[in-house]
């Protein structure tokens, strides 16, 4: 039954936050018409309008912040990432009447996959896309590269492999790379620039698409005042210049980033610098100059207007954007007023799809917001003449189409409230469960629940129709069932919190309420410090009072407050902490002293781990017998050593001379296949307990620790494969860790339960921080993905768990540590870890409402995506994994008290 509990929990849990996000988490429907040249088909034209050119040419420079391309001769002493592109400045101060220089603006999350979405359909992405940039499928809606190739044109494309995921089929010549290895910097790079002049060359295509990613990927790997981006940069500007050369009066060159980056290198929020990316045109033919028509900045799903039109294609169906006049200026009789057809062209475009998906939604625009558009829409077409050009008719409408764009945004905005309300009403009705009662709950009587639930969870809307009712009505009837005939009552509850338990609730309150205030999650990772020492200085004076002097209890509280303060220099940075700084050996040096240092500390500090370990397991009796014996003695110094040896070589910038990578690969990868060996054995056979017959006596070894010495063997397994996914200069964190958590699991194990599952869930909170993360999606290490594994083919299931497993190694690791905490009598009956499991989901589910509150609350604050967002699905993530150790650590616990019945059974009975 405490197996079914947990797995109960542990389902509930991510049913309620599935549930809550799918209110929260914005979404649009999309609508599968597909534009046709019989739409609007221009006088005397095959299609919409007259094509201004023949050829394009476009360069996608993966992460190509704005700045980047700006050129200041006034800088004397430029950072690595400034004046490393002069090519923009030269060809706009030598072809001022060819050129356009422009911000270039992405909606946030600016994710590559989505910005590959936005910058092809012309649509805006929602939050949970985001999900999409992993293994990215077909786009069905329209783009301008679906209508390109129906109407002939040949594409030709080079570069990230992202591209054959969503459009391969439309492509004429495709030379894909693979993308995915961020620590890769040149062979996406060298292989578009080995391939495009040559391309260009050829008489038999119509636009070329490259996607340069070395200057994200040198981003992601060191940071923007890394010399590695200054070397990309300039590579990258020397390529433009030879293009521009091969550019034609037919054809128009256009080079612009999908995104920014941070001053860490990281992109996926919405700061400034992440979604402010750059946009370069070089016209072939003139570009006529008109003041009032050039804008500094324009958004990317501009561009899909933009590029269809001036190729004289039709616009995708779906698409918000708006045509950038300025390049549709020749100076060329009559070009004044092509422009002006191409935006009315434009508007009727936009305007058909909002009557398009307000007809298929229902409900989705409100009646007052589409009664603004429509009427000025008519007032926009009532000036307009296809005679005459008048400014004040193309300047209604781009008003116009920009009402459009902003009203969608925020309606895309919107949110189903009855929904996060119903899920976190489902919540406290679990906690309210699980606290007032004393006996099991028979998790049977929610059933019914299922059905219902499925029914509500599919409906289009949940809160029309009867399943939501019905839900709610029988969550109330399962929840009486289960409460009525032995709850304890709310009276009774508090009547039973002591004055030890005050503290640990205040603190408790606080870290609760603190989610809604921004600042609180901008340094939660310090806060959550603080509170970690401050329970334990109350538990010391707590043992100080019952205990009085203790050399033990103070040299136990002093090791734990110390090593979890050194473990917060290991903490990561957020792009909000300008204060920040990382130590020296979390940074990139790779100056030859400074490597050997990190090298050698890891090394120290790893093998001075895993002795420890062993002889903390032998003191306590856990090794006397048992595959737990072998495991310890054998194995882990077998992988330390592969470790060892894989550091060496790997840190070693000639190692390529010594070694090939895929062998220097299979090093980590014989580490994790040894790791899951040992994993396996133990939990197959974890019974440490051993019995000893003396001639007068037995002995028995191991009985105080039959619990939480096999979790600890675990616990000590992990650690080789957890130190290469961190490397080497994060790696010293663990060993800091476990010593805070061992000492802390002596100084609490006295403590009330509440005491001791805060703690806990302060070092889940604190683990999870000083392994260098944070809660924003630009702290993800995708680097975890590439230990052993520099080529992943087309599965990203090896990549994905690694990077879950990093950045979710704190909470496994507290969890496998429970029991070492949570248990000190050898009685079986108050060794079950049935409560502390239960009382673990209360903390986590409590924790995850008030996530959920502060999103609901502020959902329309400036920072909901960049802050509140992902801190609400961290605190997700976290919740979830502990019910998943939840249910490991009981089916452990279940095997291990089994098989030590049966073996004391058999060796007490002889004796």
């Known amino acids: 039954m405490t197996v079914g509990r947990a797995l109960f929990l542990l389902i509930s849990l991510l049913f309620l936050c599935l549930l809550f996000l799918r209110g929260f988490l914005l979404t649009k429907t999309e609508i599968n018409r597909f534009s046709t040249c019989h739409d609007f088909r221009a006088e005397g034209q095959e299609c919409w309008a007259p094509p201004r050119y023949k050829r394009a040419v476009l360069l996608l420079v993966d992460a190509l912040r704005h700045d980047f391309t700006q050129y200041n001769p006034d800088i004397t002493q430029p950072e690595p990432w400034q004046n490393k592109m002069p090519i923009f400045r030269e060809l706009l101060q030598k072809h001022p009447d060819r050129t356009r220089h422009m911000e270039f603006i992405a909606d946030p999350p600016s994710a590559t996959f989505l910005r590959l979405k936005g910058l092809t359909t012309g649509g805006l992405p929602t939050f949970v ?23 002939g044109k040949r594409l030709v494309f080079l570069g990230d492999d992202t591209w054959m995921g969503i459009y391969s089929r439309y492509f004429h010549r495709a030379f894909p790379f693979p993308s995915f290895d961020v620590w890769d910097l040149d062979t996406v790079d060298n292989g578009v620039w080995e391939h495009l002049l040559p391309q260009m060359s050829t008489p038999d295509w119509d636009v070329i698409v490259g996607h340069f990613l070395g200057v994200d ?28 050369e091969e550019i034609d009066s037919d054809t128009v060159l256009l080079v612009f980033g999908d995104h920014g980056m941070t001053t860490s290198g990281d992109h996926g929020g919405e700061t400034h610098d992440e979604v402010t990316s750059s946009l370069f045109v070089y016209s072939g033919s003139d570009l006529k100059s008109d003041p009032g028509l050039e804008m500094g900045r324009v958004y990317q799903t501009d561009l899909v207007p933009t590029l269809t039109l001036l190729l ?17 200026l020749s100076g060329g009789e009559g070009d004044k007023l092509d422009l002006q057809r191409a935006m009315m062209v434009n508007l009727n475009q936009v305007s058909r799809y909002i009557d398009a998906y307000s007809e298929q939604v229902a409900g989705e ?18 000036g307009y003449n296809h005679e005459v050009y008048s400014e004040g008719t193309v300047r209604e409408i781009r008003e116009t189409l920009q009402l459009i764009r902003d009203t969608c945004a925020k309606q895309w905005a919107r949110f189903d409230i009855p929904l996060m309300v119903f899920s976190m009403v489902l919540t406290c009705l679990l906690v309210v469960a699980l606290v007032v009662t004393e006996t099991p709950i028979s998790w049977v009587s929610f059933l019914p629940i299922i059905p219902a639930a499925a029914l509500s969870f599919e409906s289009l809307s949940l809160w029309s129709g009867v399943t939501h009712p019905v839900t709610v009505l029988t969550m109330i009837v399962c929840t009486t069932y289960t409460l009525y005939p032995r709850g304890k009552g709310i009276t009774d509850l508090f009547k039973s919190i002591t004055p030890p338990d005050l503290p640990s609730l205040t603190l408790l309150a606080l870290l609760c309420i603190g989610f809604t205030t921004n600042s609180f999650v901008l340094v939660e990772d310090y806060t959550a410090l603080f509170f970690f020492s401050t329970l334990l200085s109350l538990n010391y004076l707590s043992l100080l009072r019952q205990h009085g002097w203790n050399t033990q209890h103070a040299a136990l509280t002093l090791t734990a407050l110390l090593s979890s303060r050194v473990s917060a220099t290991f903490y990561g940075c957020r792009e909000e902490q300008f204060w920040c700084d990382r130590t020296w050996w979390l940074g990139d040096d790779q100056e030859p002293r400074v490597r050997s240092w990190r090298f050698g500390a890891a090394l120290l500090a790893l093998i001075s781990h895993q002795y420890g370990m062993y002889r903390y397991l032998r003191g ?8 737990v014996r072998v495991v310890m003695g054998v194995l882990q110094p077998l992988k330390c050593g592969l470790v060892a040896v894989y550091w060496a070589l790997s840190s070693n910038p000639t190692h390529s001379a010594v070694v090939s990578e895929e062998t220097l690969n299979w090093i980590p990868r014989s580490v994790y296949l040894v790791t899951i060996a040992s994993v396996l054995l133990i939990a197959l056979r974890p019974a440490v307990t051993l019995v000893v017959q003396y001639p007068d006596k037995y002995q028995i070894y191991g009985a105080i620790t039959c619990y ?15 130190a290469l996914l961190l490397r080497q200069g994060p790696s010293l964190v663990l060993p800091l860790l476990t010593i805070q958590l061992l000492s802390s699991s ?3 194990r006295s403590s009330s339960t509440l005491t001791k599952l805060l703690a806990l869930h302060l070092m889940t909170l604190q683990f999870f921080f000083s392994t260098g993360h944070q809660a924003a999606v630009q702290q993800f290490d995708w680097n975890a993905a590439f230990v052993g594994f520099t080529n992943h083919g087309s599965s990203h299931v090896i990549p994905v768990g690694m990077i879950v497993l990093r950045t979710l190694m704190g909470t496994v690791l507290v969890g496998l540590a429970t029991p070492a905490m949570m248990t000190s009598q050898p009685e079986w009956e108050d060794r079950t870890p049935t409560s502390y499991i239960t009382g673990s989901a209360v903390v986590v589910l409590v924790k995850c409402v008030w996530a959920a509150l502060a999103c609901t609350i502020h959902r329309r604050h400036l920072m909901i995506w960049n802050i509140f967002t992902p801190r609400l699905i961290i605190e997700m993530c976290l919740g979830a994994c502990t019910c998943v150790m939840g249910v490991v650590v009981c089916g452990v616990v279940w095997w291990t008290e089994r098989l030590t019945r049966d073996y004391l059974n058999k060796n007490l009975k002889r004796s």
């Open 365 to 382: 625009f409100s009646g007052s917001d589409l009664a603004v558009i429509r009427e000025q829409i008519a007032r926009a077409k009532h």
């Open 620 to 627: 306590s009796g856990s090794l006397g017998m048992g595959v």
């Open 746 to 748: 002596h100084l609490l």
């Open 312 to 328: 004289g294609v039709p616009t995708p169906f779906s698409s918000l954007g708006s045509v950038i006049p300025s390049l549709f």
């Open 129 to 151: 896309d985001l999900g999409s940039n992993f293994g990215a499928n077909e786009i069905s809606e329209d783009s301008w590269v679906r209508q390109l190739s129906e109407r």
């Open 708 to 722: 939480s010495g096999p979790l600890l063997a675990i616990y000590t397994s992990l650690i080789p494969t957890l």
């Open 217 to 244: 990927h040198a981003g992601h790997r060191y940071h923007v005042n890394h010399p590695a981006l200054a070397a990309k940069l300039g590579q990258v500007n020397d390529w433009i210049g030879r293009v521009v």
